[in-house]
């Protein structure tokens, strides 16, 4: 079954407006300052709204990059833009926002602290929480899905803030989707993508806990699926679930987006189908990248992915490479040639022959 993979990676150019009145508070706002966490996962957390420190330096500037700090590295691990629970109890603890290093994207120039803002954990052995609702009305226009959203989904409208704090998105890419925030800080943010004629065609949720999605078919959100008449199909090469609802002909995909400086995981719903009733232009066309072997060196062109991640697998999934593209040709060495598969940034997956 093909997969489309319609969510855009949102890292690009735009100009960003002016900072309204609203969004000039002397502190951000995270989506909450007081969080329950299982022990041995690692998380990460988004923010509501910046503080007018970091709006300004977002004016000149693509990105922020963040850290957690902890008191006690005992009870809760920082690693840098993660941090992990590693004893239950509760402490609190801060996350820091930095100016992005001039040489690394979204890793930190610790010579330019921009804010730090304080919240806190309670770690404990488990810490159920409820996915967002499944949302899979393909081809429904975009104002009675917008007030279904809002009437049923407990999600608060959020694009021209999520534009706000990314400004380097293109204006064609914030077009066709709808961007929601809800008050569970482990599935911050959900998406509606649409078509040329504003026909739902996807939905996607967000994950600050990587292990919430899990590998292979062992993991809560697969079972949440199951129970919602999902069938697992299988594993992509990162070995995250792909499964399909042949009732409501829905294929689910996951897949790393950058956010606020950290890497999120996002469970994508999509309409499968090549020719659907009722739906126009269903399919996306993805941007590509070029590869090629030059003997034992797989040159990648970056083309329009030039500063997103690379990742190069071996056909049975195993991970090679794990990189953010330059701009031009990167050039990455293999044990020997032989058949990769290669994911840029929101580029159409590509399997390479020796």
């Known amino acids: 079954m093909k997969k489309q993979l319609l ?3 949102m890292t690009a ?20 300052n007081n969080i329950e966490v299982k022990k041995g996962s690692q998380y990460r957390m988004i923010f509501k709204d ?30 840098g833009a993660w941090f992990k629970g590693l004893q239950t109890g509760e402490t609190d603890m801060s996350i820091r926002i930095y100016a992005e290093s001039p040489k690394w994207k979204d890793m930190p120039d610790y010579n330019k602290l921009l804010e730090e803002v304080p919240f806190h954990v309670t770690i404990k052995d488990e810490a159920p929480v409820t996915p967002p609702a499944i949302f899979t009305e393909w081809g429904k226009n975009r104002q009675d899905a917008r007030q279904y959203i809002a009437q049923n989904m407990e999600l608060t409208e959020f694009t021209d803030t999520y534009l706000l704090m990314h400004p380097t998105m293109l204006p064609e890419e914030i077009k066709p989707m709808d961007v929601y925030i809800g008050n569970n800080f482990e599935f911050p943010l959900y998406f509606a993508i649409y078509n040329d004629d504003d026909q739902l065609v996807s939905t996607v949720f967000t994950v600050v806990n990587f292990d919430r999605v899990g590998q292979y078919d062992k ?35 996951c897949g790393i987006l950058t956010v606020q400086g950290q890497w999120l995981l ?89």
């Open 7 to 9: 969510f855009a990676a």
């Open 13 to 32: 150019m735009m100009l960003l407006p002016t900072v309204s009145q609203a969004q000039s508070e002397n502190a951000s706002t995270l989506i909450s």
């Open 50 to 79: 910046y503080s007018s420190a970091v709006y300004e330096y977002l004016k000149d500037n693509p990105r922020i990059a963040v850290e957690f700090i902890v008191p006690d590295g005992s009870v809760v691990q920082s690693g």
């Open 219 to 253: 993991s809560e959100l697969c079972t949440y699926f199951k129970n919602n008449g999902y069938e697992f199909l299988g594993v992509d090469e990162n070995k995250w679930f792909v499964m399909y609802n042949e009732k409501t002909q829905t294929q689910v995909v």
């Open 266 to 354: 996002f469970c994508q719903s999509q309409y499968s189908e090549q020719s659907p009733l009722g739906i126009d232009d269903a399919e996306a066309v993805l941007p590509q990248v070029g590869v090629r072997y030059d003997g034992n060196v797989l040159e990648v062109d970056a083309g329009s992915q030039a500063g997103q991640p690379v990742v190069i697998s071996t056909a049975d999934g195993q991970c090679l490479v794990r990189d953010m593209l330059k701009p031009g040709i990167n050039r990455y060495p293999m044990p020997h040639p032989s058949v990769v598969v290669v994911r840029a940034g929101n580029a159409m997956g590509i399997k390479v022959m020796p």
